[in-house]
């Protein structure tokens, strides 16, 4: 078998789990398969590629069991390399939102727009952060950036209108 007919094995096995909602049976084979990966002889030079996506695959099982925070905790080091998938991200702010680590989340968050200044789910998230903080004027200037990056974004003109009526609002 090759490597990409034993990935393609194990989604199929993941698969018939999932569709059997035996999550726990898959997140465990999962860890077990992740943990053996550094040690196999055959996955030695496995591209990262092929171990991110089992690592995602470990995310979304977790998240599905209600362990927030160790969906938390795998997902947080596939987002801080160079990760502009914004389908990972969008599946970051639920976690986070679920497992209320807003404010464990930020220092990650600016480490990544440091690093990462580029990626537009970055500048949103940051944004949001800083909305549900209380600090709206940080946030229009997120928003503003990702406005600047894709116009035409429907949520950017969304959480532009909001804050600038939230900064509105709240004047005396």
């Not at 909602?21 to 040690?39: C, G, M, S, T, V």
């Not at 927030?68 to 160079?82: H, P």
């Amino acid at each position: 078998l090759s490597e990409d007919g034993l990935l393609e094995w194990i989604k199929m096995v993941l698969q018939s789990l999932a569709e059997l909602e035996d999550y726990e049976h898959a997140r465990k084979f999962l860890k077990d398969l992740l943990a053996a990966i550094p040690n196999s002889d055959r996955f030695r030079n496995a591209a990262t590629d092929t171990y991110s996506q089992l690592r995602q695959m470990l995310v979304g099982f977790t998240f599905l069991l209600g362990q927030y925070n160790e969906a938390y905790d795998v997902i947080r080091s596939l987002i801080v390399g160079k990760n502009d998938s914004n389908a990972l991200w969008n599946v970051f702010a639920h976690i986070v939102h679920k497992a209320q680590h807003m404010r464990s989340s930020h220092p990650i968050m600016l480490r990544v727009f440091k690093a990462n200044p580029h990626i537009f789910a970055v500048l949103m998230f940051v944004g949001h952060f800083h909305l549900s903080a209380g600090a709206s004027r940080v946030a229009l200037r997120f928003y503003l950036e990702a406005y600047s990056r894709q116009p035409r974004e429907p949520l950017v003109s969304l959480c532009l209108a909001l804050t600038s009526l939230n900064l509105v609002m709240s004047r005396k």
